[in-house]
């Protein structure tokens, strides 16, 4: 069973950059499909970005195509969501989640999610 941890949010103006990172407790994600969603106050978790295990394969939401980046390196049990670009709209509380059989945008996918790592960008 693994059990992600995020970390790298913080407080970023507007048109700035922040690189999250995941990595995992218990068991290593090299097994898993990661994902990145994020929820707003007042509003629902959305899927973000989310990466295959084993042919590294991205997925993106529409808003975040061309600005965020997600990516993986298993050597350092380690996912990334490198966000450019931010504007005020990004800011929300940022969760990394896994499941070893099921790949995509439904948060419904995931069976194991972590804490979360607030972004705030500011105007």
């Known amino acids: 069973q693994v059990q992600p941890v995020e970390s790298g949010g913080g407080l970023v103006q507007a048109g700035g950059s922040l690189t999250l990172s995941c990595t995992t407790s218990g068991a290593t994600l090299r097994a898993y499909n990661m994902g990145w969603f994020r929820q707003a106050p007042g509003k629902e978790r959305e899927f973000v970005a989310a990466v295959h295990w084993n042919t590294f394969s991205t997925n993106y939401a529409d808003s975040v195509k061309g600005r965020f980046t997600i990516s993986r390196d298993n050597t350092k049990n380690t996912v990334y969501l490198q966000m450019n670009s931010l504007t005020p709209g990004d800011t929300a509380l940022y969760y990394c989640?896994?499941?070893?059989?099921?790949?995509?945008?439904?948060?419904?996918?995931?069976?194991?999610w972590g804490q979360g790592t607030q972004v705030t960008v500011s105007s």
């Open positions: 989640a896994a499941d070893q059989t099921r790949f995509g945008g439904d948060a419904r996918m995931y069976s194991y």
